[in-house]
């Protein structure tokens, strides 16, 4: 117990400790989470009226994000897949920053929901009557607490068996890794779930929304990872092979091409039969009875789509510049795509036939950046840690070994 | 440590606290004003939530004679007017008949006694029972009536909690005119952030033979007879 | 600087290592706090007492609890809006199943139930909640996309047109009692579905769930302007609401548990809505469902609603336009 103190303060410790580019970086990320939270404070006291939310559109930029952050998060079981299921040790020391990537955004995840909240202090509410199991946001509530407190698991217990300087038992891990690889493909399928079975939105009432989620996800998230990487490489003294990036590189690569498939079938389905439920799509891509809020962002995110699978296909990208190139153009691709082109649209037309739009205001942003930010600034602070306990630089035994009058508390 | 980054971390040892302070302050001063979003409350006017209907008829036979109310008879008894169909009226002048294909007032009105309305066999109908006058030509809205398919019922849905009771016919429609008509609508939706709205739909590109019927599809809404303009308020 | 390696341990706490830490802890906890500041205007009764945070489900409560909590309700409505009110509780009648018929032969479009319904329920009048949305409708067309919220002529009936009031249908089958996390809607023995504004987290699925666009939610305070509060309130119904929770039509509960008819069928002029007890077969919904012809409005979305849109055999929309009536006038 003691010990397990003493690794907790070390976290804390260690959290701050950096050179001036870390301070700096740790700084910013600080200032726009307190602005954000700021925004959000606004919010709670007149109401979500300081967002573009409206009855017409009432899911916006918070869900679109949430949405976006699933995502993220079921995409560390990527890196989880190769190395327990096909033994591809290119990836295995680097699985740790994925799955520690999956507790952040996850946490990220259930921010953006509460702050979608009307009542965010009536949470409790569903501990004490749960719909469970006729109402999918349940079952997500199940799903991503679950995740998180699966990763937490994995991840601190291989962070705290290296502090100890003992090998880590597989019982402890293995079998949890196992059930996350699923548990991750089961988070993002609840999450399309939400969206799927609503019959009185016939733009999300399609098989094809869950599939599209896991294909993008899947193609989001290891290039985010690929980014990651190359930061903890250059920053830390953490040995990254080559390999691992190109590992992720190849499940980007096919996880983008089957996006692009799926966005195929669903652009033929809907344009090529022309029934009134062509609606919420024709004001995607064409705008609507004058309305073309969208219509520029989705473009956008196909040509971004295009690109980044080209490349990707491209030997070029086999070269680090050209990857971290299709690497951002994916990730905000997908982010346009499954926000603003998934979300919204949905509710343009209301079910009614009114066609009002949305647009986000400065404080929805500003809580949205915010969040990003914390986010960040926990992986960061995860990284931060990992990487030195990992390498067995900060652990139990030099600590308690160090020479005595240090004016550090005895251990 | 080269003496570069020496020096960035002196800068920053006093940097971060620094940048902290002035957020706080920012912050704190509240210049981040919340957006005035809300649109401002429409007015409504009284009669758009009056549940009283748009006709108080007297349903008993008198007539307003330069300011003095008399029963029919008191004329009428005096002075028998022809039972001639075609001739114009002379008297009460400003009911103009507009009931469709009945253009004779004896159809509903008893020749010659003027306190009743008439029936099939030339009987009598008081005239507080105007659906039995109605019910000899318009059978199957009668029949809707009865059973309140058709027409307003005021009280309660709960007979055995309250009384119910069918507006009769002529406390709609007014028996020389008989067409509801028509109002100027109370206002519409208010929404948070609605835009603007009303604006004309695309034209259809696609041929659509039902457009050749619609008159009045998207083109400039009728404005109704004479007083349609002030009406509206 | 020895706090660069994260492998060594900081030697000494030095004072000007004591300093450079308290000052940025210092200047860390007054950003935090200007961060919060904003809520020193929160309003002191939104700040939830541990009364309110743990207030039962209404299916849960106890007569006692009942009795407790509409007195705590009474109080802040006086508080708030300055009117003494009596919260009530009608139970749902035995043998009742409410049901809705709308005669789109007769509506005109006049939009006299909408208001009716924004007085009766005091819900918020900037933005303006109506439970209440009526289409104006081209001719041969039952595609809301074609339809026309905002119709502002100076008459209505306006030809080729017709007029589909929709409001909360209270289905059989409610896909928003199904998505609500909670339990915070569900839908009562007499067909009614409700919603306890007390227990709902205002996540919104309902309202993304509702194939008819029924519900709303409230995004700011609700503000009745003085003197238009109605004072005939129920838990489940028209009681004030406060910002952040969902709402919706409840046929008037309030009124119709006890034998009246909801506020926009007394409100109609032309009597194009009716109201009643589908069990009762002498009911006037009864005989519009034996012998009109209905039909039910997105009937392929499956939610089975109890409200009907039925027409005449005969009724024509088409006159000519004749000499409107000024509303309120004499006859």
């Known amino acids: 117990m003691r010990r397990y103190l003493t690794f907790v303060w070390e976290c804390v410790r260690l959290s701050f400790v950096g050179d001036w580019r870390y301070h700096a970086w740790m700084t910013v990320l600080t200032v726009v989470a307190l602005a954000g939270l700021y925004a959000y404070c606004h919010q709670l006291v007149h109401g979500l009226v300081t967002t573009g939310m409206t009855d017409q559109v009432s899911w916006g930029l918070y869900i679109a ?106 019982v402890f891990y293995v079998p949890f890794v196992f059930v996350a690889i699923v548990w991750a493909v089961s988070i993002h399928t609840v999450t399309a779930f939400l969206y799927v079975g609503l019959g009185g939105r016939p733009f999300w009432n399609s098989a094809i929304i869950a599939p599209r989620f896991l294909a993008s996800a899947f193609a989001a998230g290891p290039a985010f990872i690929i980014l990651t990487l190359q930061v903890v490489r250059r920053y830390t003294n953490h040995r990254v092979r080559d390999d691992a990036l190109m590992t992720l590189r190849r499940i980007v690569q096919v996880a983008m091409i089957i996006n692009l498939f799926l966005l195929g079938c669903e652009v033929f389905t809907e344009f090529y039969t022309d029934s009134a439920h062509l609606a919420s799509a024709r004001y995607l891509y064409f705008g609507l009875h004058g309305r073309r809020a969208l219509v520029p962002w989705i473009w956008t995110a196909i040509a971004f789509n295009l690109v980044a699978t080209l490349l990707l296909v491209l030997p070029a990208s086999r070269g680090l510049r050209w990857l971290n190139v299709a690497g951002v153009l994916a990730i905000v691709a997908i982010w346009i795509e499954k926000g603003m082109g998934l979300i919204v649209p949905a509710f343009v037309p209301t079910p009614l036939g009114e066609v009002v739009e949305y647009h986000p205001t400065g404080h929805e942003i500003m809580v949205c950046l915010g969040i990003w930010a914390f986010g960040l600034l926990l992986y960061t602070i995860f990284v931060r840690i990992s990487v030195p306990v990992l390498a067995g630089d900060v652990s139990f035994a030099k600590r308690h070994g160090a020479p005595p009058g240090t004016g550090k508390a005895a251990t | 440590m080269d003496p570069q980054t020496a020096a960035f971390d002196r800068i920053r040892a006093v940097a971060v606290p620094a940048v902290l302070v002035v957020v706080a302050a920012l912050l704190g001063a509240g210049l981040w004003r919340v957006p005035e979003a809300v649109p401002a409350a429409q007015p409504v006017p009284a009669w758009a939530i009056d549940p009283t209907p748009i006709r108080r008829p007297v349903l008993k036979p008198e007539y307003e004679v330069a300011g003095f109310s008399m029963r029919c008879s008191d004329c009428h008894d005096l002075f028998p007017s022809p039972v001639e169909t075609d001739r114009p009226l002379t008297q009460h002048t400003e009911i103009v008949l507009k009931h469709g294909i009945n253009t004779r007032c004896f159809n509903c009105h008893h020749p010659t006694r003027r306190d009743f309305l008439v029936d099939d066999r030339g009987g009598e109908i008081p005239f507080d029972q105007p659906p ?68 004309p739909h695309e034209p259809e590109a696609v041929h659509n033979p039902l457009r050749i019927y619609q008159q009045g599809a998207g083109r400039e809404p009728v404005a109704g007879a004479v007083a349609g303009e002030d009406a509206h308020e | 600087m020895s706090d660069t390696d994260p492998g060594s341990e900081s030697p000494r706490l030095t004072r000007r290592g004591f300093l450079r830490k308290g000052a940025a802890a210092a200047a860390g906890g007054a950003a935090v706090a200007a961060a919060l500041s904003p809520l020193r205007d929160l309003a002191p009764d939104d700040i939830p007492t541990i009364e309110r945070l743990f207030q039962k489900h209404y299916k849960e409560m106890t007569p006692a609890d009942k009795e407790r909590i509409f007195a705590r309700i009474e109080r802040e409505v006086k508080a708030r809006h300055g009117v003494k009110t009596r919260l009530t509780d009608p139970p749902p009648l035995d043998g009742v199943e409410y049901v809705y018929a709308l005669n789109i032969s007769r509506c005109i479009g006049c939009r006299k139930c909408v ?143 006890r034998g009246r008819m909801p506020a926009c069928v007394e409100v109609c002029p032309t009597g194009s809505r009716k109201f009643g007890n589908v069990l009762d077969p002498e009911s006037e919904v009864a005989y519009i469902l034996r012998h009109k012809r209905i039909f039910v409005f997105k009937e392929d979305v499956g939610t089975v609603p109890r409200f009907f849109y039925y027409f005449d055999e005969r009724g024509s929309r088409y006159h000519e336009p004749i000499a409107p009536v000024q509303p309120g006038a004499d006859a």
């Not at chain 2, 307003?152 to 909690?161: A, E, I, L, S, V």
């Not at chain 3, 080729?160 to 339990?183: F, G, I, L, R």
Request: aromatic share 10%; net charge neutral.
């Open chain 2, 132 to 199: 039995l006058l109605c019910a000899r030509c318009h059978g199957p809205t009668y029949r809707d009536w009865l059973h309140g398919a058709h027409g307003r019922t005021d009280g309660f849905w709960n007979k055995q909690m309250g009384p119910q009771e069918h507006r009769k016919c002529v406390e709609c429609h007014d028996p020389h005119e008989p067409p509801f008509p028509p109002m100027p609508p109370a206002a519409g939706p208010n929404t948070l952030r609605m835009g603007e709205q009303g604006a």
């Open chain 1, 65 to 170: 994000n949430f949405t976006y952050l699933v995502g993220l998060a079921a995409a560390a079981a990527m890196l989880v897949i190769p190395v327990y299921v096909y033994r591809n040790m290119h990836l295995h020391d680097v699985v740790i920053f994925g799955e520690l990537l999956a507790v952040a955004v996850i946490v990220m995840c259930l921010l953006f929901v509460t702050v979608d909240l009307g009542r965010p202090d009536r949470f409790l509410h569903l501990l004490r009557r749960f719909n469970f199991p006729m109402s999918m946001l349940t079952w997500d509530v199940i799903a991503l607490n679950g995740y998180l407190l699966l990763n937490l698991h994995i991840c601190g217990y291989l962070l705290y068996s290296a502090y100890c300087g003992r090998k880590p038992s597989p």
């Open chain 3, 115 to 257: 208001h009716a319904c924004v007085a009766e329920n005091n819900t918020a009048r900037a933005p303006e909640i109506q439970y209440i949305r009526v289409l104006q409708m081209p001719k041969g067309s039952q595609n809301v996309e074609s339809s026309d919220h905002h119709y502002d002529p100076p008459v209505v009936p306006q030809p080729d047109s017709y007029y589909m009031p929709v409001q909360c249908h209270q289905c059989a089958k409610p896909p928003c009692v199904k998505v609500c996390p909670t339990e915070a809607t569900w839908q009562e023995p007499d067909g009614i579905t409700v919603v306890d504004y007390d227990w709902c987290i205002g996540c919104r699925y309902c309202e993304a769930a509702c194939p008819y666009w029924a519900r709303r939610f409230n995004f700011t305070e609700p503000e009745v302007p003085e003197g238009s509060l109605n004072p005939d309130m129920s838990y489940l119904s028209n009681r004030p609401r406060r910002k952040g929770v969902v709402e919706k039509c409840t046929y008037c509960l309030h009124r119709t548990r």
